[in-house]
């Protein structure tokens, strides 16, 4: 099956550029490994067939987000933090952190039978932006429009922040 | 052997993990915060998987769906206020270097 081959593609290149955003030492190669590993977990998406929501991933959080993230690390000009050396602490509760997580999330998925079924067939997969969007403006109308106006909040917040002199 | 729902949460959960090692092992702000947004990602994975799996009468649950939505709206405005207050710290003690941040007070 190609579905099958396309999700463990996507998923080894999202996990692989994941450890890199965590590894690599140049603040910007983290940031276009984020990119990268963002791009992978759209095409999951994509298999999921959740077109609408992969398409605003890439656009959103690949394009808009990490562009936002990468213009401020070149404004801050951060290259010196590459030079610094690596204390133990951090590392062991890194890999504790990684390996105690991975263990638990691997156990609780173990006893899951419910997920052991492969996915149900869906009626007109070229249809989902029609259903996402009948569901978005009906049944969340209130949210949607809440959540226009955090959008305009951050926006002033962020300008008021940006002000030369803090008061 | 085909593709299940626990696959999908088995690589979002190591997706989770892994950001979170992140933002324990890495020491420079910006990196934490990217491995913020990694977790966030890696949440909005397992909510379409799910919504995938929960099926009915032929559709995918379209509610896990509109939550995706507002998680990746609220992450966008997250990231642009983080990014001002980094922006704001930096200028006041040009450094984004978590142990050199130790103080409260200006």
């Known amino acids: ?167 | 052997m085909s593709l299940t729902l626990n696959h999908y949460l088995l690589v979002s959960g190591l997706l989770f993990a892994l950001g979170f090692a992140g933002v324990i092992f890495r020491r420079n702000l910006i990196i934490i915060f990217m491995c913020l947004e990694m977790m966030l990602a890696a949440a909005s994975l397992s909510l379409v998987a799910f919504a995938r799996f929960g099926v009915g009468e032929g559709v995918p649950d379209y509610n896990a769906q509109v939550l995706v939505f507002f998680i990746i709206t609220v992450a966008a405005a997250e990231v642009a206020v983080g990014l001002a207050i980094i922006v704001a710290l930096f200028r006041a003690k040009q450094t984004v270097h978590v142990e050199d941040i130790s103080k409260m007070q200006f």
């Not at chain 1, 990490?66 to 000009?77: G, K, P, T």
């Not at chain 1, 959008?151 to 030369?164: C, E, N």
């Open chain 1, 1 to 167: 099956m190609i579905s099958d081959i396309l999700f463990w593609l996507f998923s080894a290149l999202m996990l692989g550029f994941g450890v890199a955003v965590v590894c690599l030492r140049n603040p910007v190669s983290s940031a276009l490994s984020l990119v990268m590993s963002f791009i992978s977990l759209a095409g999951l998406f994509f298999l999921l067939n959740a077109y609408f929501i992969g398409v605003i991933q890439i656009l959103v959080y690949a394009g808009a987000v990490m562009v936002l993230f990468l213009f401020i690390i070149m404004l801050l000009d951060l290259r010196e933090e590459s030079l610094r050396k690596i204390n133990a602490a951090p590392l062991v509760g890194g890999a504790v952190v990684l390996a105690v997580f991975s263990g638990c999330i691997i156990g609780v998925i173990g006893r899951f039978e419910q997920g052991n079924h492969p996915f149900p067939e869906i009626m007109a997969p070229e249809e989902d932006v029609v259903g996402f969007g009948l569901r978005l403006f009906e049944s969340y109308n209130l949210p949607l429009q809440v959540i226009g106006t955090l959008l305009l909040v951050a926006t002033i917040g962020v300008i008021v922040l940006s002000k030369r002199e803090l008061r």
